[in-house]
């Protein structure tokens, strides 16, 4: 009863990584840290089964785009893309 939760919110996956680089470090007045590795979060919200008719197209395009790929194929393709901004 006595905790105060203290969330440090994160939007997309460059600010995710950010937030668990300043908790490794101890930096930033946080205990819980809130990321959502899409940018401004998940179309209509996280673990939604059903979709309105409104973003239903979106799903599907995002979902033909990941055909086809598995985790491993999507960190290889971000740690390429990591290393071309540095």
């Known amino acids: ?13 460059e600010a995710c ?7 490794a470090k101890g930096i ?4 819980f840290i809130e990321g959502m590795a ?3 979060g998940c179309v209509q919200g996280p673990a939604q089964l059903i979709r309105s008719p409104k973003n ?4 599907d ?3 033909k785009q990941a055909e086809g790929r598995t985790i491993e194929s999507a960190i290889s393709d971000a740690e390429k893309d990591d290393s071309a901004d540095k």
């Open 1 to 13: 009863s006595s905790f105060q939760a203290k969330p440090l919110p994160c939007s997309g996956f």
């Open 17 to 23: 990584k950010l937030a668990f680089l300043k908790a």
């Open 28 to 31: 930033g007045d946080f205990n």
């Open 38 to 40: 899409c940018e401004g």
């Open 56 to 59: 239903q197209g979106d799903v």
């Open 61 to 63: 395009r995002h979902a």
